[in-house]
């Protein structure tokens, strides 16, 4: 069992930052590809990044690169991500999840574990 705490939503403006972190209690750390997804109202659950064991290998959705970065700290158990220059579309809970694999997986139901979100609201 693996419980993600996320933290370092808000409200922020256009072309401001925010970085959002994820913190995991529970079975070793290390051994989780670790995602970052988001839902929108109305709108499905959809993946932003995700990273893999050793932190080694990223992915990014084609609407965030250039703009977010996403890292893990397995000391720490905890995974961060970056976002800059953000827009408001943007505006989005943000969600972290663990899946028991080496490398991220962009599908949603692949992944194990879910924490409960944080709230990113960027305004025009």
């Known amino acids: 069992q693996v419980q993600l705490v996320e933290s370092g939503g808000g409200l922020v403006q256009a072309g401001g930052s925010l970085r959002l972190s994820c913190a995991a209690f529970g079975r070793t750390f290390s051994l989780y590809a670790m995602g970052w997804f988001r839902q929108a109202p109305g709108k499905e659950r959809e993946f932003v990044s995700g990273i893999s064991q050793s932190g080694a290998f990223t992915k990014y959705a084609d609407s965030v690169k250039g703009r977010f970065t996403i890292s893990r700290d397995n000391a720490k158990n905890t995974v961060y991500l970056q976002m800059n220059n953000l827009k408001p579309e943007d505006t989005a809970v943000y969600y972290c999840?663990?899946?028991?694999?080496?490398?991220?997986?962009?599908?949603?139901?692949?992944?194990?574990?879910w924490g409960q979100g944080t709230q990113v609201t960027v305004s025009s």
């Open positions: 999840a663990a899946d028991l694999r080496a490398t991220a997986t962009t599908l949603k139901s692949e992944y194990d574990y």
